[in-house]
């Protein structure tokens, strides 16, 4: 499966961005996907990951309330839209893929990686 991550940008405190990430090469439809995120000095965090079997999104504390993870097979990509960012959102932001993570919060548990494309939320 190969990632490609876009949508990242500069954006004021309070401003809204939407990433999106392709999947190609493989059954996109019956892979997990994940988003994570990695700010200088800091390890990958988990963002916000989706199941194929049940559509079912999962949220990490940041992104509650305000960060919304969607896919549509058909075009083999998954969003993840942003509202409300702060400062502290700035960060690499990497798309993910696996065809079932145990623990879905944990970036060691995903096989295919995307490049990353970058957040900044200026103050």
Do not use: H
Request: glycine share 10%; aromatic share 14%; hydrophobic share 35%.
């Amino acid at each position: 499966v190969q990632l490609q991550a876009s949508g990242g940008g500069l954006v004021q405190a309070g401003g809204s961005l939407r990433l999106s990430c392709v999947a190609s090469g493989r059954t996109f439809s019956r892979y997990d996907m994940g988003w994570f995120r990695q700010a200088p000095g800091k390890e990958r965090e988990f963002v916000a990951a989706i199941r194929w079997s049940s559509d079912s999104p999962f949220y990490g504390d940041a992104a509650k309330g305000r960060f919304t993870i969607s896919s549509i097979d058909a075009k083999n990509t998954v969003y993840l839209q942003m509202y409300s960012l702060k400062p502290e959102d700035t960060a690499v932001y990497y798309c993910a893929a696996d065809q079932y993570p145990e623990r879905i919060v944990d970036p060691a548990q995903y096989a295919y990686w995307g490049q990353g494309t970058q957040v900044t939320v200026s103050s």
